[in-house]
């Protein structure tokens, strides 16, 4: 081989180790950007997660914020309803305590009142004697009064001036449930 043919060779196998060389170094470095734009989308996932986390709770809170003004609306809508003096007319409809028969009536007037936090009180009067005095709340499906002695009534709107429900008596051994139909009574002008 002459001198010129080995030094094309040289010069092509040194080309050649270098250009391989610079191939690897290449490569790492195509592998180096792949792995940052691995970890870069692990990232934006991870980020996209929390996003839609955070986006959950804050429809979660502006629904309950919703439903509570919705709620707090209708207390506001009925309150005027709610209160006032009412007659209320009782018939047992079911009984297993002595002393007591289905078919039994009762009536009595009730002051309902309204007051802070929903809460609602209920005075029961036989003529001019306070007989029993409920509390308890009002929500938009309906009245809930208790009075100490474990007395329980359910009341529902049935109209404008109109209310019916269960009055539950629950006694040691027995019970006495009576149907309620509760008007009410005319405002007079002051």
Known sequence: ??????????????????????????????????QEIVRRQTELLVKEQQLTLKEKELKDKESFLDSTRMYIDTVKIYTPAI?????????????????????????????IEYGSDNNVTAKAFEGSRLTRIYSGYYKTSGLYLVDDNAIRVNLAFRGKDKMEGIREITQTGCKIIYSISAEKAPQRNK
């Open 83 to 111: 209160t006032g003096k009412w007659s209320v007319k009782m018939r047992c409809t079911e009984t297993t305590c002595e002393g007591s028969a289905i078919g039994d009536t009762k009536t009595e007037q009730w002051e």
């Open 1 to 34: 081989m002459n001198v010129s043919m080995r030094v094309f060779l040289s010069v092509l196998f040194a080309f050649a180790f270098l250009q391989s060389c610079g191939l690897k170094e290449r490569e790492q470095e195509i592998r180096q950007k792949e």
